[in-house]
């Protein structure tokens, strides 16, 4: 099983659902049958980013179709800043214990984020409990500019230190690029600017040489190329066909990373103190990928059906686990 790709196909996520929605039976949490009235209103999400990127189209896709699921609407609230810190930090100051509200975020770089620094509340407080995709890390290129492939960059890069957009430095896809510096010899410099949108942008005015994101992200912007996934397959070869395979073209000796893991995430205290209704949540979030709604929606958002990647609680476990490992790993490139 991959690092960083959910091994849960649409096969299995129903498996994850039933063995997730059984915590509530696990001992020391108490059975309390509130469900039937649950929610009794609408959920707050807490977004730690700011709105029109990634996890704002993955949240407003799923959250679209999830409300006829759970009948209840969604209202999201965004608080971008210190690199997704200033969201969990809010959530976690503010939010209820009583399910009603989520946190829907991009695991790895937030993750990534704990390792680097961690946060006020512990670790413990908090878990994801529903992936929604996996989107590969991802080097892209100006079309009109003299970089053209990875090979380009990396020559390059050992003539002079490359700047590099990214929307936050604590990041799968910039963890990647300084694998991928130190493995080449090249010299790179991560300039974070906040976001997908600023992170394009810096590279389309040039501002910056070269960029990385998670790759639904960049590809199919007009005036940027993406010549390069930190993955060991390409899923969407129609819309990235130059794309090289970077973990196994340079021997980077990485899993693959998924740069872009969004899921929603809950008080541990919510979810212990009201397990009906923290599986009416998993059970209705699950029934969502098997909505045809859901797929219209995606595609309707520009995002790449192939990347929807369904994963409960265990999953997102095993995701944390190694993002955390592999952050540690290589702590001293994320830090210095």
Same mark, same amino acid.
Request: some cysteine; charged content about 20%; hydrophobic content about 40%.
């Given at each position: 099983? /991959?690092?960083?790709?959910?091994?849960?196909?649409?096969?299995?996520?129903?498996?994850?659902?039933? /063995?997730?929605?059984?915590?509530?039976?696990?001992? =020391? #949490?108490?059975?309390?049958?509130?469900?039937? !009235?649950?929610? /009794?209103?609408?959920?707050?999400?807490?977004?730690?980013?700011?709105?029109?990127? =990634?996890?704002?189209?993955?949240?407003?896709?799923?959250?679209?179709? #999830?409300?006829?699921?759970?009948?209840?609407?969604? &209202?999201?609230?965004?608080?971008?800043?210190?690199?997704?810190?200033?969201?969990?930090?809010?959530?976690?100051?503010?939010?209820?214990?009583? $399910?009603?509200?989520? +946190?829907?975020?991009?695991?790895?770089? &937030?993750?990534?984020? #704990?390792?680097?620094?961690?946060?006020?509340?512990?670790?413990?407080?908090?878990?994801?409990?529903?992936?929604?995709?996996?989107?590969?890390?991802?080097?892209?290129?100006?079309?009109?500019?003299?970089?053209?492939?990875?090979?380009?960059?990396?020559?390059? @890069?050992?003539?002079? !230190?490359?700047?590099?957009?990214?929307?936050?430095?604590?990041?799968?896809?910039?963890?990647?690029?300084?694998?991928?510096?130190? %493995?080449?010899?090249?010299?790179?410099?991560?300039?974070?600017?906040? @976001?997908? %949108?600023?992170?394009?942008?810096?590279?389309?005015?040039?501002?910056?040489?070269?960029?990385?994101?998670?790759?639904?992200?960049?590809?199919?912007? %007009? @005036?940027?190329?993406?010549?390069?996934?930190?993955?060991?397959?390409?899923?969407?070869?129609? %819309? +990235?066909?130059?794309?090289?395979?970077?973990?196994?073209?340079?021997?980077?000796? +990485?899993?693959?990373?998924?740069?872009?893991?969004?899921?929603?995430?809950?008080?541990?205290?919510?979810?212990?103190?009201?397990?009906?209704?923290?599986?009416?949540?998993?059970?209705?979030?699950?029934?969502?990928?098997?909505?045809?709604?859901?797929?219209?929606?995606?595609?309707?958002?520009?995002?790449? #059906?192939?990347?929807?990647?369904?994963?409960?609680?265990?999953? $997102?476990?095993?995701?944390?686990?190694?993002?955390?490992?592999?952050?540690?790993?290589?702590?001293?490139?994320?830090?210095?």
């Amino acid at each position: 099983m /991959s690092m960083f790709k959910a091994a849960h196909t649409r096969r299995s996520f129903l498996r994850i659902s039933s /063995s997730v929605a059984a915590a509530g039976a696990v001992s =020391g #949490w108490p059975s309390i049958g509130h469900a039937a !009235t649950f929610p /009794s209103r609408n959920i707050q999400v807490y977004i730690p980013t700011r709105a029109g990127g =990634g996890a704002d189209r993955n949240f407003r896709s799923f959250a679209g179709v #999830w409300k006829n699921h759970l009948n209840a609407e969604f &209202e999201p609230a965004f608080y971008p800043g210190a690199a997704g810190r200033v969201g969990y930090e809010t959530y976690m100051g503010k939010a209820g214990d009583d $399910c009603h509200e989520l +946190i829907f975020g991009n695991m790895g770089p &937030e993750v990534l984020n #704990w390792v680097v620094k961690k946060p006020t509340f512990s670790l413990d407080d908090y878990f994801y409990f529903l992936m929604v995709d996996a989107d590969p890390g991802s080097i892209f290129v100006p079309a009109d500019g003299s970089m053209k492939t990875v090979d380009d960059v990396i020559a390059e @890069g050992k003539k002079r !230190t490359l700047t590099v957009a990214t929307s936050r430095l604590a990041h799968p896809a910039s963890l990647g690029m300084l694998v991928l510096a130190r %493995k080449t010899g090249m010299k790179v410099n991560l300039i974070p600017l906040s @976001g997908g %949108k600023n992170t394009r942008n810096g590279v389309l005015t040039k501002e910056v040489d070269i960029g990385v994101l998670p790759a639904s992200s960049a590809m199919g912007r %007009k @005036g940027l190329n993406v010549i390069g996934l930190f993955d060991d397959k390409n899923v969407v070869p129609d %819309k +990235i066909p130059n794309a090289v395979l970077l973990n196994t073209a340079y021997d980077l000796g +990485i899993p693959p990373l998924a740069a872009g893991a969004r899921a929603f995430g809950i008080k541990t205290a919510a979810a212990k103190g009201y397990p009906d209704r923290y599986e009416r949540l998993v059970t209705t979030g699950m029934q969502v990928f098997k909505d045809p709604d859901y797929k219209k929606a995606v595609t309707a958002a520009k995002a790449p #059906w192939s990347m929807i990647t369904p994963g409960g609680a265990d999953a $997102c476990k095993a995701y944390v686990d190694n993002i955390t490992a592999l952050g540690m790993e290589y702590r001293d490139l994320l830090t210095g």
